[in-house]
T-cell receptor, first 120, second 112 residues
Framework: ETGVTQTPRHLVMGMTNKKSLKCEQH?????MYWYKQSAKKPLELMFV???????ENNSVPSRFSPECPNSSHLFLHLHTLQPEDSALYLCASSQEPNLGTSGGWYNEQFFGPGTRLTVL | KQEVTQIPAALSVPEGENLVLNCSFTDSAIYNLQWFRQDPGKGLTSLLLIQSSQREQTSGRLNASLDKSSGRSTLYIAASQPGDSATYLC???????????FGQGTTLQVKP
């Protein structure tokens, strides 16, 4: 596998289900991201992890719970979602040489293919 | 607050035409600007990244320019092909927040 992979590619779940999205990067990067892409809206940053530590939570509801067990893997745990949470969820990674010093992540981000989530 | 706007929202051209996609941003405090391509239902593919100190970048038939002071970037596609049909997204790395801020994209259709 190369680049950034995401599983599953498609997910349909009920509002009471619990599911998880998985992202894996094979690029040796030290920062990973979750983005949400809803219809008719620009991509929105949800979470940033640098060196396995969450450094950004962009006002995301608690029904979305990220986990980063190591620098190559990122999960997004989902529970009691709403129909308006239906969207394409994209994972990305980048290599940031100045982590923690300037509060931002500035290098080129590489994206996975996304998980298309439908909440019934 | 940084906002990114892409015009037009959709574009349909015959094969072979040269075309320009526009991106504007409200805050010139950026580290770089990236152009992405997104095929329907798929993830993003990075096309070009322009650092704030640069004026343009080229890759094959693609050329992206950046005018940071006026808050504009253009993506020029030469000799368009049906395989270029996709949504093109512009994103700026804000130097205030360190976040990548996206436009809504331009959906391009190149007809054979």
């Amino acid at each position: 596998e190369t680049g950034v992979t995401q599983t599953p590619r498609h997910l349909v779940m009920g509002m009471t289900n619990k599911k998880s999205l998985k992202c894996e990067q094979h690029l040796g990067h030290n920062a990973m991201y979750w983005y949400k892409q809803s219809a008719k809206k620009p991509l929105e940053l949800m979470f940033v992890y640098s060196l396995e530590e969450r450094v950004e939570n962009n006002s995301v509801p608690s029904r979305f719970s990220p986990e980063c067990p190591n620098s190559s893997h990122l999960f997004l745990h989902l529970h009691t979602l709403q129909p308006e949470d239906s969207a394409l969820y994209l994972c990305a990674s980048s290599q940031e040489p100045n982590l923690g010093t300037s509060g931002g992540w500035y290098n080129e981000q590489f994206f996975g293919p996304g998980t298309r989530l439908t909440v019934l | 607050k940084q906002e990114v706007t892409q015009i037009p929202a959709a574009l349909s051209v015959p094969e072979g035409e040269n075309l320009v996609l526009n991106c504007s941003f409200t805050d010139s405090a950026i580290y770089n600007l990236q152009w992405f391509r997104q095929d329907p239902g798929k993830g993003l593919t990075s096309l070009l990244l322009i650092q704030s100190s640069q004026r343009e970048q080229t890759s094959g038939r693609l050329n992206a320019s950046l005018d940071k002071s006026s808050g504009r970037s253009t993506l020029y596609i030469a000799a368009s092909q049906p395989g270029d049909s996709a949504t093109y997204l512009c994103a700026v790395h804000s130097s205030n927040t360190g976040k990548l801020i996206f436009g809504q994209g331009t959906t391009l259709q190149v007809k054979p």
